[in-house]
Every structure is written in structure tokens, then in C-alpha cells.
């Protein structure tokens, strides 16, 4: 009897609302399924190229490490060379100025000591010389003619 009369109902317009019903939620859930797998896929993509450009991104990185740790290196041994060579241009100073300070007191000896040697040593250089001794510690030709003629 029950049977019966569920047979009834869907036979009648309730039966066909009911089966429309049903179709429509099944038709709304493959369409829900549907667009959240497109979604689903959509992330995987966007996760994929993520990945692929995190990937290409570590090797630039790993290649400029490289080439950073080279210049490293070529910079250390330059920084090597060039504070051996302040070493002995430090050396060279020194000794340099000590020669200079010994020269230095050997003249105010042979001031103190030499009479003929204060008088000359004091006196101004004839016209003429100081200049050419500037030429000559500029590296001017000394053989060349000046504008005077000597």
C-alpha cells in the first residue's frame, strides 16, 4: 500500500517537482565539484610555477655565491700583496728618514764646525741655478735653450 501510494505521488506534480529537485542539487553538486577542482588545479599550477621560479632563483643565487666568493678571494690576495708592499714602503720610510736625520745633524755639525761652510750655505744661489735645478727635479731637458739664452 505504501509502495502505492509513493508511486501515486510520483506519478503527480509533487513527484515531478521532487525528481526535479533531486536532478537540480545533482546537477549544483558536479558543478560545485567541478569549480572547486578547477580551483584545485589553478593552486596546483600557480604552486608548480612558484616552484620552478624558487628553483631558477637558488641557482642564480648559487651562482652569484660563487662569483662572490671568487671575487672574495682575488680581493684577500690583493689585500695581501698591498699590505706587503706598505710593509716595505713603510721599511723604505723608515729607512729613508733615518738617512735623512743623520744628513740632517752631519750638516748642522759641519755648520757649527766649519766657518766657510756657514757663510756659503747660508747665502742664496746665484740667479739662475734654483730654477735649473727645478727643470731638473721636474724632468726638463737641462740641454735645452731657455728663453734667456743659456
Not at 41 to 63: D, K, P, S, W, Y
Amino acid at each position: 500500500m505504501i509502495a502505492l501510494i509513493l508511486k501515486r505521488l510520483f506519478r503527480t506534480v509533487l513527484g515531478r517537482w521532487v525528481t526535479g529537485s533531486v536532478v537540480a542539487l545533482l546537477l549544483g553538486g558536479g558543478a560545485l565539484m567541478w569549480h572547486n577542482h578547477k580551483a584545485d588545479l589553478r593552486e596546483e599550477g600557480r604552486q608548480e610555477c612558484i616552484q620552478l621560479v624558487n628553483e631558477e632563483t637558488m641557482l642564480q643565487l648559487e651562482a652569484a655565491l660563487v662569483e662572490e666568493r671568487r671575487t672574495n678571494a682575488e680581493l684577500v690576495a690583493l689585500a695581501e700583496v698591498n699590505a706587503l708592499a706598505n710593509v716595505e714602503a713603510l721599511a723604505r720610510r723608515q729607512e729613508l728618514e733615518t738617512s735623512l736625520t743623520a744628513l740632517a745633524a752631519e750638516m748642522e755639525k759641519q755648520r757649527n764646525e766649519d766657518p766657510e761652510y756657514k757663510e756659503w750655505g747660508d747665502a742664496p744661489l746665484p740667479d739662475g741655478v734654483a730654477e735649473r735645478m727645478r727643470e731638473q727635479a721636474t724632468g726638463s731637458d737641462p740641454g735645452t735653450l731657455r728663453d734667456d739664452g743659456s
